[in-house]
């Protein structure tokens, strides 16, 4: 598969780059796709939360009533599940909600999801730049000259460029990562997908 490389003004610089299709035409898998996403989704979660079960709350521990003749059920403890006050049964407790996945059930969902991305024609390859100062104007008219500056981006670089990311961090729908940070979500979370020139290499290197 062969697609044009742009200047980030938006203008054909006339050459091309080959993408390989082991990665980028492949037959999507979405069960894999799905996986990966509720990994990743998972792996965000804090899981710190927290309440109280009877044995942990502040309270007496004396019988609050005698134990026949009051017409009622028998009881206890004030911290009893059953009262106001009391604690909760089988409440939450701080647990890591991650789980394992195969290093290439992980590889075949971010190839699904950069198939997908070709295959809908949201995918484009810019040559590299850089910014002389981090200006968020600069970035932003990089986006308008490609026509999508209302649209959710991802723009994927071989290494951190550190203007470019700080001129891009103040513009709400964009996000620039590195290559070998590239996740499945941040593909299919983003409209469309920018992917530098130098850094197409480093995707196929390290999903190959």
């Given at each position: 598969?062969?697609i044009a490389?742009?200047?980030?003004?938006?203008?054909?610089?006339?050459?091309?780059?080959?993408?390989?299709?082991?990665?980028?035409?492949?037959?999507?898998?979405?069960?894999?796709?799905?996986?990966?996403v509720?990994?990743?989704?998972a792996?965000?979660?804090?899981g710190?939360?927290?309440?109280?079960?009877?044995?942990?709350?502040?309270?007496?521990t004396r019988?609050?009533?005698?134990?026949?003749?009051?017409?009622?059920?028998?009881a206890?403890?004030?911290k009893s599940?059953?009262?106001?006050g009391?604690?909760?049964?089988?409440?939450p407790?701080?647990?890591?909600?991650?789980?394992k996945?195969?290093?290439?059930?992980?590889a075949l969902?971010r190839?699904?999801?950069?198939?997908y991305?070709?295959?809908?024609?949201?995918?484009m390859?810019?040559?590299?730049f850089?910014?002389?100062?981090?200006?968020?104007?600069d970035?932003?008219?990089v986006?308008?000259?490609?026509?999508i500056?209302?649209?959710?981006?991802?723009f994927?670089?071989?290494?951190?460029?550190k203007?470019v990311?700080?001129?891009?961090r103040n513009?709400q729908?964009?996000?620039v990562?590195?290559?070998?940070?590239l996740?499945?979500y941040d593909v299919?979370?983003a409209?469309?997908?920018l992917?530098s020139?130098?850094?197409?290499?480093?995707i196929?290197?390290l999903?190959?």
């Amino acid at each position: 598969m062969e697609i044009a490389v742009l200047k980030n003004s938006g203008e054909d610089t006339g050459r091309k780059v080959s993408l390989s299709d082991d990665i980028f035409a492949i037959e999507p898998n979405d069960h894999a796709i799905y996986l990966d996403v509720k990994q990743y989704l998972a792996n965000q979660r804090q899981g710190t939360h927290k309440s109280k079960e009877r044995a942990e709350i502040s309270g007496s521990t004396r019988k609050i009533k005698k134990q026949k003749g009051t017409g009622t059920a028998r009881a206890g403890s004030i911290k009893s599940p059953i009262f106001r006050g009391g604690g909760r049964v089988f409440g939450p407790k701080p647990r890591n909600y991650g789980f394992k996945l195969n290093k290439k059930l992980k590889a075949l969902a971010r190839k699904s999801a950069l198939a997908y991305k070709a295959k809908d024609k949201n995918l484009m390859i810019l040559e590299d730049f850089s910014f002389e100062t981090p200006k968020t104007k600069d970035f932003a008219n990089v986006l308008s000259s490609l026509s999508i500056s209302d649209k959710k981006t991802l723009f994927v670089v071989s290494k951190e460029e550190k203007n470019v990311v700080i001129s891009a961090r103040n513009l709400q729908n964009t996000k620039v990562i590195t290559a070998d940070t590239l996740s499945t979500y941040d593909v299919l979370n983003a409209d469309s997908l920018l992917i530098s020139e130098s850094s197409v290499e480093k995707i196929e290197n390290l999903l190959k």
